[in-house]
């Protein structure tokens, strides 16, 4: 049986649709890809997994979710904030996520808090905002251990610089008693990754842990989180827009486009023949050494922004090449067994 | 002063350049109409204006004249007894058997006089100040920046003395007048506008648009003028506003204090709230209708300028 | 942070030399120079002399402020017109009462505006929000010695509930400690002596702390808004604390930061209320003091007042930035 086991996951604020009926599966001690362009829903798919979504009480808020994310756009930044701060009714989740047996989302609130942090853990985009500037790293890191493992004072000390050296942070007990505006960017990501893994997760949920990070920093924590995952068995939901982030870590990739899965397929199989004409856009979008410079990229026309409601039709539809008649005549289904998509002009493109 | 307080302001005023930089010529069309659509603006913009509206219109709309001691006899028979509200008399009289309503309405013009000339005192000096001092020390070399420096340290000393007592340590060389209240108020307001002004001028004087005005040769003091200068006015406005609430509080508390205008004759409402103590338990309607109207009217103000000033913020503005 | 002390005592000195600067200023521009309002008015032309000659008045400009400066140091400010008796006496006894008065009303204006701040902004939108904002929209306008008044006719003249003068009741035996009667009658035993002082201070209390209360409401509303939505809050959710430790822990420390700058920045209009409050309740304070000296035009007292008042709000104000440094690790590094 599946780790994780994420059914029909659905996220509304107020009258927009973040997250629109999303499914897939993470086996322990693998790691599984969720890609997509900014404002796809992944971030909002991962927060609801966490609980970190305000709670809903079912009034609709202005929001626009999904485009308030393309609106910021210049950066993929995640949703969360702008969402916690913007909607007042905060957010309406449905569906179910199962975790070892139990549906996470319909946790009461304290059991849910004791599994975060202990059974499954959460690293961020952005290390710097994502740590509190006037806590010591030490504390950050000790409270997370006496909260789920009851360690304290000198145990629970020993323990972080245990944890930061684990992390590859050199001089470790030093380093408990700074700030986080002491440390470099790449070190703040490794503290909160060692405060990720302090309990041993079984689920390591990391939202796009490399972006703000420098090119060498990035290589430098995907091989962490890699060391970590194989070490310890952990299983890893990674949550990106770097396709050569997805091809260096993951054993499997769900690409995500308007709140839905629009294909899904182990690593190799979807950069060798990826089937859905979004996930071939986007691979056609990055710059390859393999084809020599005179291969002209070419980028996905029109933004995020362009969108049609899935039970209308494909919502990929207004920015796609092969749009044909049967895109727009009802939702499209997931079609295939191991390799699935969700477009009917699939034969076409293959 | 603190070193907190000053950035803390500094902050502020560049988050309001930034906005300006980000969306230069739809921001004011934006904030006006963010502003139409909050209630706090408009319940401010509706009490400001009907305030303006009666000290202008004040002499037609008064039934008597607000210094005729017309029903003297009869207060003065009673005892200080003083009647309230009759027909002839809608909040009744005061202490000296004059119709408190026309007093009401005529001390409107008085007090916004006083708020905005304290204010115009405070803002013209002010801006020149901060302003000069922004000016000096971002284009006039290595001099300019010691001047900048000292005056901009002499506003922190100036800061360092409450508001109030400032105002009062003025009025007390002045002896108490009505030009004392204005002028002292308005004086003890410079050191605040200065650093916001400089602040501000600050902010501008690194954005892009000055950068790429001083590449392609326009002369420094074009800049200053021209671009810097009314630029940076936007949170001083905003600022002018709250401090005009500010101005007509304090200029209360110094006809309270004894240091406003000594002529009984002339109504405002300061001096109306100041001179109503004295029959407080007797007689508490005579301090109330110019407390309630000073608070309102301040309140008018103050709810205007945080509208204003939330319409402009950024930072505020994405929690929308 | 030993670096980041010395140099903000550096300013510290820059900003009172600055300030005697400005009082030496304010004191040559008084009407007919500092002379004629330290003498009695029956003064001689002799005694006009004597005292132009023993204040230095014949000397140099900075002679003249390099001696204001010894006597303002050696505390020699004068003497009340009013009284006779040296400023710097006058001062010193009132002083304790004005103290107790003002952390009176600052404790009701912490104690009550951070946990109301707080809840408005956790409940931002109800009914409990809008009356926090509208409340400190408008405590913000009520004129001060208007509320002291109105609350002294309702309360203690009216109602008769509270004393409506004084510190103390008339008669009452209390032994001198700290000058604070509420501290010292606890520290004392004199319990009696405390509950009466006590009842004797919350009606100017109240009344001081109307502004105070209003901004510390505003002011905590926003920063806690602001940290709420922060990305470190988030993973200290993510982390599954407790929501007090994450309250206490993640929230309001950061949250503290602006709220103790303008906590600091409020002593100022504190003291002024000062005047206007204790003049109501005639309680005996620094401010009852001044306001009798404004309408008697006491120039050396109102001189010493504003130097007293001025000097604890820069050494207040410092004490405030320090705390600020350790509150906030980024500031002791910060050049």
Sequence with gaps: MALLEVEDLRVAFGAATAVDGVSFTVDQGRVVGLVGESGCGKSVTSLAIMGLLPRGRGKPAPVQAAAAESAAGIAPVAPQPKARKASRSGADVSGRAVFDGTDLLSLPPASMRRRRGSDLAMVFQDPLSSLNPVVTIGRQITEV????????????????????????????????????????????????????????????????????????????????????????????????????????????????????????????????????????????SIPRLDLGTHEPLTPIRGSIADVIRWKDGCAFAPRCDRVAAACVEGEPALVGSSHVHRCVMAEEVA | MTTAKIEKLDRLIEAHAEARDARSGSLWRQSVRRMRRSPMAISGAVIVGLFVLVAILGPWIAPYDPTAQTWGREVFLNRSIFPGPRPENWLGLDHLGRDMFSRMIIGARQTLLVGVVATLIGFVAGALVGGGAAALGTFGGRWGERVEAAVMRAVDVALAIPMLLLALSIAALMGPSLTTVMVSVGVAQIPIFARMMRGSMLAQAHSDYVLAAISIGVPKSRIVVAHIFPNSLGPVIVQATLVLATAIIEAAALSYLGLGNPDPGTPEWGTMLADAQRFLSGAPQLAIYPAVAIIVTALGFTLLGEAMRESLDPRLRRQE | MLRYTVKRLLQLSVALLGLSLLLFAWFKALPGGPENQMLPENATLDDRAALRESLGLNEPVWVQYLEFLQRVVRLDLGSSLSSGRPVATELADRLPATIELSLAAMVIAVGIGIPLGYLAARKRGTWLDFAAVSGSLIGICIPVFFLAA????????????????????SGLQYTDVTGLRVLDGLITGEFNVAGDAFLHLILPAVALSSIPL???????????????????????????LKPAVIRGRH?????????????????????????????????????????????????????????????????????????????????????
């Design chain 1, 145 to 284: 251990l006496q909260r789920h493992r009851g360690l304290k004072g000198d145990k629970a000390n020993r323990e972080a610089a245990n944890l930061l050296d684990r992390v590859g942070i050199p001089d470790p007990t030093r380093r408990l008693k700074e700030y986080p505006h002491q440390l470099s960017g790449g070190m703040r990501q490794r503290v909160l990754i060692a405060i990720a893994v302090a309990c041993a997760p079984r689920l390591l949920i990391a939202d796009e842990p490399t972006t703000a990070l420098d090119v060498t920093i990035q290589a430098q924590i995907l091989e962490l989180l890699k060391d970590l995952v194989e070490t310890e068995g952990t299983a890893l939901l990674m949550i990106t827009h770097d396709l050569g982030v997805v091809a260096g870590i993951c054993d499997e990739v769900n690409v995500l486009y308007s709140g839905r899965v629009v294909e899904s397929a182990p690593v190799r199989e979807l950069f060798a023949r990826p089937t859905h004409p979004y996930t071939v856009g986007l691979l056609g």
């Design chain 3, 251 to 335: 929230v309001m420390r950061n949250a503290m930061l602006p709220i103790v700058t303008v906590i600091g920045l409020l002593l100022g209009s504190l003291f002024a209320g000062a005047v206007l409050t204790e003049s109501v309740f005639s309680f005996g304070g620094v401010g009852s003091f001044v306001y009798q000296a404004t309408q008697e035009r006491d120039y050396p007292a109102l001189m010493g007042f504003i130097l007293v008042i001025a000097v604890s709000y820069v050494v207040l104000n410092l004490i405030v930035d320090l705390s600020y440094g350790l509150l906030d690790p980024r500031v002791r590094v910060r050049k």
């Design chain 3, 150 to 169: 109105m609350l002294k006719v309702v309360f203690a003249q009216e109602l008769a509930l509270l004393p409506s003068t004084f510190r103390l009741s």
């Design chain 3, 214 to 240: 209003a901004v510390v409401v505003r002011i905590t509303r926003a920063s806690v808004l602001d940290v709420i939505g922060e990305d470190y809050v988030r993973t200290a959710d993510s982390k599954g």
